[in-house]
């Protein structure tokens, strides 16, 4: 299985300053295909996960435009240019490369 | 966009099965190559992918449920179904239901609330 770590694990932030979570796979996400199998998600209280990033850097319908997401291989990283209030919760990163299917431990975010 | 909702018991004993029903709405199970999963959330912990259903009916499933766990499809009523044989306390967590959003990626757009099972006496 492919294990996905992420950095930090939780992650004070203040509102309209930039934030970033790191996401490593123990091998490449590349595809042959030319595609990276690397999806971001949010959990926020109470709620099912949303989709934020797929395909490492592709922005999901209805995601703002604060959130992107980058890397390549094993690297990757998921930023938000300015947090606002609403993006408290927990984000996980996903490997879609290859089944099962592996999630992150998960970056707690909350207001500082 | 697709509604998804699951339902079921909240509460198995131990030893028994776990069965679970996914209903999707506003839209149709049978058009579209989508891939269904199920997958869970221990309580208070991260998530964990069970398995998924192609629309052909083809599945794969997690080895960590040690082939104990039945993923199905029910395109006439627009229902995703789970079954999970011999449950021990380490089944409690939250199901959900979630499809795959197609084409190149793979990667879950539309999600069920969640449904907690808890496996007790």
């Known amino acids: 299985d492919i294990v996905m770590t992420q950095s930090p694990l939780s992650l004070p932030v203040t509102p309209g300053e930039p934030a970033s979570i790191s996401c490593r796979s123990s091998q490449s996400l590349l595809h042959s295909n030319g595609y990276t199998y690397l999806d971001w998600y949010l959990q926020k209280p109470g709620q099912s996960p949303q989709l934020l990033i797929y395909l490492g850097s592709d922005r999901a319908s209805g995601v703002p435009d604060r959130f992107s997401g980058s890397g390549s291989g094993t690297n990757f990283t998921l930023k938000i240019s300015r947090v606002e209030a609403e993006d408290v919760g927990i984000y996980y990163c996903?490997?879609?490369?290859?089944?099962?299917?592996?999630f992150g431990p998960g970056t707690r975010v909350d207001i500082k | 966009q697709v509604q998804l909702q699951e339902s079921g018991p909240g509460l198995v004993k131990p030893s028994q099965t776990l069965s679970l029903t996914c209903t999707v709405s506003?839209?149709?199970?049978?058009?579209?190559?989508?891939?269904w999963s199920w997958i869970r959330q221990h309580p208070g912990k991260g998530l964990e992918w069970i398995g998924h259903i192609y629309y052909s009916g083809s599945t794969y499933y997690n080895p960590s449920l040690k082939s104990r766990a039945t993923i199905s499809l029910d395109t006439s009523k627009n229902q995703l179904s789970l079954k999970l044989i011999s449950v021990t306390a380490a089944d409690t967590a939250v199901y959900f239901c979630a499809r795959d959003q197609g084409g190149n990626s793979i990667a879950f757009d539309s999600w069920g609330q969640g449904i907690l099972v808890t496996v007790s006496s």
């Open positions: 996903m490997q879609a490369l290859q089944t099962p299917l592996t």
């Open positions: 506003s839209g149709s199970m049978s058009s579209g190559d989508y891939y």
